[in-house]
């Protein structure tokens, strides 16, 4: 490394390092906004911590506050939610345990219904090769044909001929 180099690189040394942790906290600090957003209600069922409208609501919001100011970090806080609370304010279960099938269960039900799709649309096709791809019923007949050997096909022919005389 050159002289040069040295003085052009000395400036951006020196801002890293006199950084102070002080700077850098707001940027790293939690806060209330997002941990509020993280825990649901454990008094307004069904809504965030954020969202909750009740006195109790405003109560515990006021505790993260408290607990944001005295440094704790959104896992810390959460943590304590769930201690108090139990596992009900969390907004999704934790893939652990017997919570695992929360995340499993709909996964299953997925493939199994891809799974059924699979099988009933196999078993169609088999049962149209039997029949030679020819499909059965009314439909059956083509599109030209002047009266085939149904009677109510000969029956609408004639009275379509009659009609157009």
Not at 52 to 67: I, W
Not at 78 to 94: A, N, Q, T, W
Request: aromatic content about 6%; proline content about 8%.
């Amino acid at each position: 490394m050159n002289i040069r180099t040295a003085f052009l690189l000395a400036p951006a040394l020196a801002a890293l390092l006199s950084g102070s942790p002080a700077q850098a906290a707001p940027e790293l600090r939690t806060t209330v906004e997002e941990v509020t957003g993280a825990i649901m209600s454990p008094v307004c069922p069904g809504k965030l911590l954020h969202d909750c409208p009740s006195a109790e609501g405003a109560q515990l919001r006021e505790l993260v506050r408290r607990k944001v100011m005295a440094g704790e970090t959104k896992e810390q806080i959460v943590r304590y939610f769930v201690d108090v609370y139990g596992i009900s304010v969390l907004p999704k279960p934790p893939a652990e345990g017997f919570l695992l099938t929360a995340w499993l269960l709909p996964l299953a039900a997925l493939l199994g219904g891809f799974g059924v799709v699979i099988v009933m649309v196999r078993a169609w096709t088999v049962r149209a090769r039997k029949r030679g791809g020819r499909p059965e019923g009314p439909a059956a007949a083509p599109a030209g044909s002047k009266g085939g050997g149904d009677p109510l096909e000969k029956r609408l022919q004639r009275e379509l001929s009659e009609f157009d005389k």
